[in-house]
Structure formats: structure tokens, C-alpha cells
């Protein structure tokens, strides 16, 4: 288990979206190619369009109107460690009681719940259409996360990462954490338009990487003040080694290995396996937004 026995979640935070739509074309390189563009980061997905050379075909239903919207139901601890649709409504409720405690405290700003998105086969968006091939990623001009819960296969089946539970909610947190570089900033003041082993696109990420350990290192002892108890067990070695191992599943270094066989450093977008751990690691022993802001670094 990870989320502790006792705990409520309720229902209503996370919106069952999408539609079901046939992906095709593309192919394997071409979707690698797509997550270098917006992967856990907030791009624009009008390159990621380009980059699946107009992959997405939709189907003829129209979505959910005014008052069909979905949502996930309540549901238990014990839900949330077996369901993967729970675990992520879980996960966004200690993210929101985390950051709506200590946003206020350490950047003076108010933190604004971020919508989130489940969906399946393609949704459209703020930043333009999306598939199920894009993988989990924050819209910054609707402010909204959207995750399609297949892609935690794919870490294991494309990326080779080892999976788990606290895997799946360092993705979450990751993406939530762009929202929180959202409220304090960071997003109007990065050109992440750019790539390279220093860009601002690299900082970025790194940052949100850093905001995700954040969360992960305090979530064993943020009570969720509806139940009284904590969201979080506490984190063992082997459950951290699962987020680190996902951290690094997705570093640029070993994203360009496995697609082309040769690593690009110009190419970066996100920062190396090594980089990624690194950052996750300060802000899991006790980092704070300060600690975290990589845009501000000297040396990543």
C-alpha cells in the first residue's frame, strides 16, 4: 500500500474527458520524437501535432456537453492503492492540500486548483489537440492537467522503467507541479521555446521535477484534514526507488538511447536521467521552492 488505510477521497476532482478516437501513422520514433517536444512539460502541442505528421484522427462524437461532464466517485485508500483512476484522484487531493499549505508560505501566493483531466484516445485542449500518444503534460494557457492512464504502461513497455505506484504519482506531481511554476511565474519568465543542455526548457522541467519531490518527501505527514489521517504511508526505500527510477526512465539522455542509439545534448528539452533524479532528490530531503528554482541555478 501506499496511501494509508482509513483514507476518503472524494469524488468530483478529477474530470473523465476525451474521446475515442483511431491514432494513426506516426509509429514508435515518431511519438519518441513527439514526448522530446512536450513529455512531462507543458509544450505546445501544435509541434507534437508536426511531429506525429497529423497522427490524431477523431471520431465523429461530439464531447460531453454542458452537464455530462464525468467525474471520478468517491473512493477509499484501498481503492486508490488498486485503481489507477482513484490513485490518480487521490494523488491530486494531497497535492492540493500540500501546495495549499505551503504555496502560501514560502512564495506568498495563493494556490489555485488546477483542473485535471482524465481522458482516452484523444481530448482536445487550451494548447490544441491531443492523443493518447502525448503522454501525461499541463496546459499552461488552460491550466489544466490532463493524464491518459495507459501511458503508465508505456513507462514500463517504451521507456523501461520499472513502474509502481509512487511512480505513477511523481508523473502527477510532476505535471502539477508545472501548475505551481504557473502561479509563481516561472512559466511567463522561461523561453521555452528553446533546447540545449541549458535552456529554459531543461530548467523548467528540472524545476518541476524538484516541486515533485517536494510533495513526495512530505506526503507521509500531510494530513488530509476531511479524514484526520495522512495521505501517505511512510515512503519505503523500495517504493522511492520506483519515482527515481521513473525520473530517470525519462531523461533526455536515456530517451534519445533507446530511439536513435546516440544522445543529442543540443536535443535536450528535459535534462538527463541523471539530472532529473538529482533535482527529485532536493526536493525530496527537504528542499523548498528556493532550493527548487532551477531557472536561477548556476549549474544543473
Known sequence: MTFTEGGQFEGGRVRKGGRRGAVVGGGLGAIVVALLVVFLGGGDLGQLTGALGGAVQQDAGLPAGEGQEQYVDDCTAQEANTSRECRLSATVQSLDAYWGRVLPEQAGVEYELPPVESFSGSTTTGCGAASSATGPFYCPPDRTVYVDLSFFDQLG????????????????????????????????????GGSGPESDSVRIELMADCLAGMWAGSAATEVDPDTGVTFLEPITPARLREALDAAAAVGDDRIQQRATGQVSPEGFTHGTSEQRVRWFTTGYEGGTLDDCDALSARTL
Open 157 to 192: 513497455s517504451q521507456f523501461g522503467a520499472q513502474g509502481g505506484p509512487l511512480a505513477e504519482e511523481y508523473v502527477v506531481a510532476h505535471e502539477v507541479g508545472h501548475h505551481v511554476e504557473q502561479l509563481v511565474g516561472a512559466m511567463d519568465a522561461a523561453d521555452r
